[in-house]
T-cell receptor
Framework: GIQVEQSPPDLILQEGANSTLRCNFSDSVNNLQWFHQNPWGQLINLFYIPSGTKQNGRLSATTVATERYSLLYISSSQTTDSGVYFCALASGNNRLAFGKGNQVVVIP | ETGVTQSPTHLIKTRGQQVTLRCSSQ?????VSWYQQALGQGPQFIFQYYREEENGRGNFPPRFSGLQFPNYSSELNVNALELDDSALYLC????????????FGQGTRLTVV
C-alpha cells in the first residue's frame, strides 16, 4: 500500500514562531488531507489539497503531486495550535492512509 | 461541526466480550469508513461501506465486522475482544467518488480489560 512519512515527528515552538510540517508519500494520489487532532481525539479538517496551494488564516498548505510531497505551514503559532497534525491520502480509492503524525507543542 | 456523530464516546469491556459501535454519517454522505487508532499511532483503515455493502477492507481479522443501514448510518462490531483492541475508533463519512473530502466523528474510545 501507499507509504506516508511525516516529519518532524515532534516539534516544540515558542508562541509566535512559524513552522513547516512535511508529508512525503510513495505513490500518486487522488486525495490528500491535513487534519489536526484535538486532545479529545477528534480529527479536525484543515485542508483538502491533492494538489496546489491553499490558505486559511494563519495556516496554509502546498502539495506538489509530481514530487510526492505536501507541506503545512503554521505562521505566528499560538498555544491552541498544539496537538497532533496528520497527513492522510488515498490513491485510486477513497480509503485514507495516515502518517504517524507531527506532535506540535507551542509554549507561551 | 462535521455532522458525523459516534456513540458511545467511551466504553470499557472485558476480554472475550463483544462490542457494537455506532456512527451517523454527515447529511448527504452515503459512504462510511471505519478506522482504528492505537495510542501514539495514526489511524488505520478497517473497512468501508457503500450502499449497505462492504467496499474494501484493511488488514483486520473477520471478528471485525460491520453494517450499513438504508439511512447510511453504520455499525462496527468486534467479537471476542482482545486487549490489543483497546484504541480510539473513528468513523468517517464521504461521498462515494474518489476525489472527495472525508469528515470524521469524535471517536469512541474502547478499553478492553
Amino acid at each position: 500500500g501507499i507509504q506516508v512519512e511525516q516529519s518532524p515527528p515532534d516539534l516544540i515552538l515558542q508562541e509566535g514562531a512559524n513552522s513547516t510540517l512535511r508529508c512525503n508519500f510513495s505513490d500518486s494520489v487522488n486525495n490528500l488531507q491535513w487534519f489536526h487532532q484535538n486532545p479529545w481525539g477528534q480529527l479536525i479538517n484543515l485542508f483538502y489539497i491533492p494538489s496546489g496551494t491553499k490558505q486559511n488564516g494563519r495556516l496554509s498548505a502546498t502539495t506538489v503531486a509530481t514530487e510526492r510531497y505536501s507541506l503545512l505551514y503554521i505562521s505566528s503559532s499560538q498555544t491552541t495550535d498544539s496537538g497532533v497534525y496528520f497527513c492522510a491520502l488515498a490513491s485510486g480509492n477513497n480509503r485514507l492512509a495516515f502518517g504517524k503524525g507531527n506532535q506540535v507543542v507551542v509554549i507561551p | 461541526e462535521t455532522g458525523v456523530t459516534q456513540s458511545p464516546t467511551h466504553l470499557i469491556k472485558t476480554r472475550g466480550q463483544q462490542v457494537t459501535l455506532r456512527c451517523s454519517s454527515q447529511s448527504g454522505h452515503n459512504t462510511v469508513s471505519w478506522y482504528q487508532q492505537a495510542l501514539g499511532q495514526g489511524p488505520q483503515f478497517i473497512f468501508q461501506y457503500y450502499r449497505e455493502e462492504e467496499n474494501g477492507r484493511g488488514n483486520f481479522p473477520p471478528r471485525f465486522s460491520g453494517l450499513q443501514f438504508p439511512n447510511y448510518s453504520s455499525e462496527l462490531n468486534v467479537n471476542a475482544l482482545e486487549l490489543d483492541d483497546s484504541a480510539l475508533y473513528l468513523c468517517a463519512s464521504s461521498l462515494p467518488l474518489m476525489n472527495t473530502e472525508a469528515f470524521f466523528g469524535q471517536g469512541t474510545r474502547l478499553t478492553v480489560v
